[in-house]
Every structure is written in C-alpha cells, then in structure tokens.
C-alpha cells in the first residue's frame, strides 16, 4: 500500500513496511507512474485510489499524532500556509493562505541556493522585514546586498519577518505545533521560538493522516507506523 502528499513542489511517499519516507521532486513524479492507494496534495489526485483534500489529511495526522486536547499546529509548505486549530479535539478552526504573501516558502529556497546561504548559521536578532510578497521581498533583500548588508543578514531579517507572519497567521497561540519543510529550517524556527513554543513535527503529518483514514477502512493495518511520527520529537525541540 503506498500513501503520497504531493504538493507543488515536493512529494512525500511512504510504502507500508518501508522504515522511512522517501521525499522527491514534484518535477520527478511526473515523469514517472508512480500512483498512490491513499493520496494528498494537488498534484497526487489524479494518481491516487482514495484521494482527500489537504486540509481534511493535515486535521486527521493532527489529531493522530498530538494528544493535547486543544492546540494549533501550521503546515509551512513552498507555496502554501494551512493552519488547523483544535478545541477539545475538535476543529474549531481552518484556513489556508495560498496568496502571493503564501510563496515565500519557495522564495526561501530560491534565496538559499542563489546566495548559498545556510540556514543552520545564520544568526537571527530582532531586526526583521516585512514580508508581504515573496517577489517583493527578493528585491528588498537585493537592493540591501547592493548597498553593503551580507547576504546572511539580509536574509535573517526576511526569515524573521516571514516567522512574525506565521504566528499572526495561526493566532498567536503560547504553543504551535509546525508540519512541513520549515521544520527542518533551524533559522525558522529559531525566529519563531522567540514568539510561541515550537514543536516541529517534520514533513509526514498529512501523510499520518491518510494513514488513519486507510486503518479505519483496514483494522489490520494497526497503530501508525514509527516513519510516519515526528521526525524531531518534542523533547528536542527548540525554544
């Protein structure tokens, strides 16, 4: 049985067994057939059996992963933001940017590799820039290179303004659960620690979801299996 969330520019697979995800370009999986018994994201529901929205699967894998009772948890994609929030494991809440002021997950990979910045060193102080647009902001960023800033501190302003965003985004809750690539950007998080606790939950809770809803269908299949938990487990997060 094969589970996929293909999104706009990453697709995330895991083969019931495998010990782990394998996560490969959107661009790579339409040159090929792969096809999904369970999928997610835009680009998996012509290839998938059992296809369910992105926000129904994220709200599933919340609730499958985190015992709290009441929380938020943000999925930070490359072109998307999509935020669920939970009262007495209930949804009480959901939304999904996918505006111009949404691309700024693939502007940040642009930047990385144009600059060649990485995004385990760079230092995040209280300097931050506002981050409307992802295009607007790739000028912003130039245009303070141009007239002296290091590449790195330019983007630390941009990676903090992005961060302000997110946590306007989701409410301002004390504790946000984040899904998606940003969890493994060290600069990210960091910037948004200083606003709520971050619990980084790494790139497979749409991915738990399908699973939940195939184990409802299949009994057999049993508890979620380990390559679909957090990659990076609340007792190492950051703060």
Not at 202 to 207: D, F, M, Q, S, Y
């Amino acid at each position: 049985m094969i589970f996929g969330d293909a999104g706009s520019s990453w697709c995330k697979v895991y083969t019931l067994g495998d010990d782990a995800v394998r996560i490969d370009s959107v661009q790579k999986m339409h040159q090929s057939d792969l096809a999904f018994d369970w999928g997610t994201g835009h680009t998996a529901r012509k290839r998938s059996t059992h296809f369910e929205n992105d926000l129904i699967s994220l709200t599933k894998g919340a609730l499958a992963l985190v015992d709290e009772a009441s929380f938020t948890m943000l999925d930070l994609g490359s072109r998307d933001a999509k935020l669920v929030g939970f009262s007495d494991r209930r949804p009480v809440k959901l939304d999904w940017s996918v505006g111009c002021a949404a691309a700024t997950g693939a502007t940040m990979e642009m930047l990385g590799r144009f600059y060649d910045i990485d995004f385990d060193t760079i230092v995040i102080t209280e300097e931050w820039s506002p981050v409307t647009c992802g295009t607007y902001a790739v000028e912003r960023i130039m245009d303070a290179v141009s007239n002296g800033d290091a590449p790195d501190t330019a983007v630390a302003r941009f990676v903090h303004g992005l961060a302000k965003n997110a946590v306007t985004f989701s409410g301002e809750p004390k504790r946000l659960y984040l899904s998606g690539g940003f969890t493994t950007n060290s600069a990210f998080v960091s910037a948004l620690s200083r606003y709520t606790e971050v619990i980084p939950m790494g790139r497979t809770v749409p991915l738990a979801g399908l699973f939940a809803f195939a184990s409802e269908k299949d009994p057999s299949l049993g508890e979620i299996p380990a390559a679909l938990r957090p990659t990076v487990a609340p007792a190492d997060r950051l703060s």
